[in-house]
């Protein structure tokens, strides 16, 4: 046995090419699907630890649900549009509420969202009995109009600390608006890093928001802009208890004034989304899996064609049609094994890459971890790809002639 695996590693360092090509198209299948599979779960876990702190309930204009709660809690997209004040006041007075957190957005600072809220924002928790989820790194929360809490990330991004004042941009994004707002705000506090895109948001009162629109009652490039009257883009409701949270979400859904929606259900239509992105990408993954084993089985029919005169010599010196048999399969298992161990630090690779890319661009970090759960199926494949692919070639290795080949000579 020893000798065989021997005998199979000089075979194949002795043609490179027709080593390395095969061994890279099988690392390149499993990186493929190794790469989807990671940032699709990657994706569903940051996505699922940004939103675990905003409770059960989003409260916001009658539209579309999803783009409600990606707008409210992962700061993606426009907001739907605003709703009255009052509502927020009626919510923080209703009983069956436990924490009400109201959200007004419409400018920027440098492209980092500024949110107008009050102090029940640095209250909002994954638990009852949970530490809040955003926490004062340095300095203090906001006590008065036009002083603002920078998250960790935008305030390393504008290069601002406690006591630096600024002005903010019209509109919710960078781009949106080039107009700069007169009021000066001044930092006087930066949240320490949640790990959530509100790390990239500026927070001040809505009082402030609303006193910085006071010059304009309405901008027709504003989307959802909470602008001069009094309202908010949308609300976070945490309720007392289950059914609470049903008989608030029913009272919006029979009225016409706002919706209601779970957090839980909207990303859930998300994250069906991306499983359907991923079965997609991994049709493709088996395709290229299977071009993969196709490489690799011309690679060794090639190699035996062109070698059976020396596997007729090694017959001839005492190596039986066994010893010849099993050289051939562990060429074959060689190339693929290798590959998939290529292939994980490819793919794995390439998504880490990915995930930062996305992470500095929308702010939604992706943590990608080792998936242990496909381990199996991922050394499988590559093994049954290696035994299909090489076993055409190796019994006709072990059916060469030798009396035919040597008296060719």
Known sequence: MIYDIATSWRGLRARPIQTVIPMLVMALALALSICVLALGDAARRGIARAADPFGVLVVGPKGDGQQLVLNSILLQGLPLGTIPYDIYARLAADPRARLVVPLAKGDNLGGAPMIG????????????????????????????????????????????DMGDSFRAAHGVARGLASDIHENVFTVVGVLAASGTPYDNAVYTTVESVWSVHEEAESDPFAVGDAGAAQSLTSILVQPVGFSEQ???????YVGTEAQAVFPGQELGGLFDLLRQGEQILQIVGYLVLGIAALTVFLSMYSAILSRER??????????????????VLFETLSLTLIGALIGRIMGYGAALIIASAFAEQATLPLPVRYLTELEPLLWLLPLMVGLLAGLLPAIMAYSVDVVEKLSAS
């Open 117 to 160: 809220t009050n102090a029940n924002f640095f209250e909002l928790r994954t638990d009852v009995n949970a530490a809040p989820a955003f926490q004062i790194g340095r300095g203090r929360l906001f006590a008065a109009d036009f002083e603002a809490v920078l998250g960790a990330r935008a305030a390393a991004e504008a290069g601002l």
């Open 246 to 252: 049903n008989q608030l979400w029913q009272e919006f």
């Open 310 to 327: 020396d596997i007729a010599i090694m017959r001839s010196l005492g190596a039986g049609r066994t010893n010849v048999f099993r050289v």
